[in-house]
């Protein structure tokens, strides 16, 4: 018997539901085909976002979504995607693949879509090759209720009331593909872009997100913050509400890659040993930011995140549309477990990205749509948004294919809903081994228990052709005992209890 103890009046801090966030960028066929067909389409559509999509999302009930990217982010002049579609510029997509962006889904389209999903949003703007006051318009643009060139410009242009930008990114990957800066320089860019970035109503705070880290470079962290804290006596209060954290899995490293589909025993451990190095960097940047930030003030923000195999054979390699399996779906499960535990910390991440694009939740081929492993995870761990995470461990066991590529077998958090209603998520890595769980409950009745599980075999995938081979069933194999409850967890598989 492995032994899970949770103590659920123990609440250590709130699981913010924008852990749960989404990204999608100007990028393959994500926007466009993925979000956004037009309204002449064939396919069925709100304004020309596809109704499929849009409900699938809702169901998963999308908290935040992130946009226009990534490293288009940096090269994308908003005004190129305002006013009528038919004089919108065409540009090239130079990050990605090549293509022409006819800018047809442009800022009023993206609010459009959060509007519909019910979402907030998290707008990245351009410090790359944009300007200041590029950046500042595009906030007045969007937010500014009153008499203003950009109020009057958005009213001409068919939206009389402001828009509500609840996070905003000042520049992307500014390391790398958004003006390879070193810290330093990127860090008086920061202070410099985030001034202009204006809260005009009291009531309406934007949150700015400073460009943060790729993996486990330390010294961008440092760097950034040292310099952002120096010689600014005092800091006003939300000069920066966040600092980003990217990360990639790659089973292969980062020239390789590997396979989606095509991988066995050996490298699922290794992949699923790399997502879970997550909790190392989580710890690694959070050290630095303590230093300077104490009380937890600035939110850890991983707006990238998930795994990056080499692209569907026969795809646009600039588009990086990849398939979903089990594996991907522990990859989630054991990655959201590590968010929710450390969300003193993280505030907010976005699974890179939501459609058609790496570890995407939705994946579609004309008309047809279909949800992935990956979204089974998010729709299961939904219960998890704004709920109390409360003090919990599990027994482990070290396990893989080879030594260098070991991981636990089990993972788990629990959190209790403004309901009371206690969320228990399980993953077993395993893709051989069932374990017997014991949980055991302090000071607390058991009420009615539902239950649901993913699992299946770790190649297993939805296709078009068969939508459904990897779905959630009901999981009514769960026994109250005289200290809580228990119940035995497949091998390779997620579990979701909500216990009354
Ligand atoms: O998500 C794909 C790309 O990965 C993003 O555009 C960039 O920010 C990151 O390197």
């Not at 090269?75 to 919108?88: C, F, L, S, T, V």
Request: aromatic letters at 10%.
């Amino acid at each position: 018997m492995t032994k899970l103890v949770i103590n659920p009046n123990k609440k250590v801090s709130k699981i913010n539901k924008e852990i749960y966030g989404h990204f999608s960028e100007h990028l393959g066929r994500c926007i466009y085909e993925g979000l956004y067909v037009g309204e002449d389409s064939p396919i069925e559509n709100v304004n020309g976002m596809r109704t499929d999509v849009v409900n699938a999302l809702k169901e998963m009930r999308i908290p935040v979504l992130r946009w226009p990217g990534g490293c288009f982010a940096d090269e994308y002049h908003w005004m190129d995607g305002i006013g009528p579609k038919e004089e919108r510029k065409k540009i090239i997509n130079t990050h990605w693949g090549g293509v022409v962006e006819d800018n047809s889904f442009g800022t009023h389209e993206f609010f459009e879509l959060c509007r519909q999903l019910g979402c907030e949003t998290y707008i990245n703007g351009n410090l790359g090759s944009g300007t200041v006051r590029e950046m500042s318009e595009w906030v007045e643009y969007m937010t500014f209720e009153g008499v203003s060139p950009m109020a009057e410009l958005r009213a001409k242009n068919g939206h009389e009331e402001p828009w509500k930008v609840d996070f905003f990114g000042v520049g992307n990957e500014n390391w790398g593909c958004g003006g390879n800066m070193n810290p330093d320089y990127y860090a008086n860019e920061y202070r410099r872009y985030q001034t202009y970035v204006r809260d005009y109503k009291a009531d309406h705070k934007i949150q700015k997100v400073c460009c943060g880290a790729n993996v486990d470079d330390y010294d961008w962290t440092k760097g950034v913050l040292s310099t952002c804290f120096s010689h600014s006596l005092p800091i006003q209060h939300g000069f920066m509400d966040g600092l980003s954290l990217h990360y990639y899995v790659h089973p292969e490293g980062w020239e390789i890659k590997g396979s989606a589909t095509d991988f066995d025993e050996k490298v699922w451990y290794k992949t699923l040993n790399k997502a879970l190095f997550i909790e190392e960097l989580i710890k690694g940047h959070e050290t630095i930011m303590d230093e300077y930030d104490p009380k937890k003030e600035i939110a850890m923000i991983v707006d990238e995140w998930g795994t990056w195999f080499t692209c569907e054979p026969g795809t646009n390699p600039g588009f990086l549309y990849q398939q979903n399996t089990m594996r991907d779906a522990l990859v989630a499960g054991l990655t959201l477990n590590i968010f929710n535990k450390h969300s003193d910390r993280i505030k907010m991440a976005n699974i890179a990205q939501m459609v058609n694009v790496l570890q995407a939740v939705i994946l579609t081929e004309g008309e047809k749509m279909i949800k992935t492993p990956t979204y089974h995870v998010f729709n299961m761990y939904k219960y998890h948004q704004d709920a109390a995470l409360v003090d919990s461990s599990i027994e482990t066991k070290n396990i893989g294919a080879d030594d260098e590529y070991q991981v636990p077998n089990l993972t788990e958090s629990v959190s209790v809903d403004s309901e009371g209603v206690m969320h228990i998520t399980v993953t077993n890595l395993s893709v051989e081994e069932a374990y017997d769980i014991d949980a055991v409950v302090i000071d607390r009745a058991i009420g009615e228990i539902k239950g649901e599980i993913l699992t299946n075999e770790m190649h297993a995938m939805n296709t078009f052709e068969e939508p459904d081979v990897v779905k959630t069933e009901n999981f009514d194999k769960v026994t109250v005992t005289d200290k809580g409850l228990s119940f035995t967890i497949p091998a390779c598989s997620v579990i979701h209890l909500a216990v009354k």
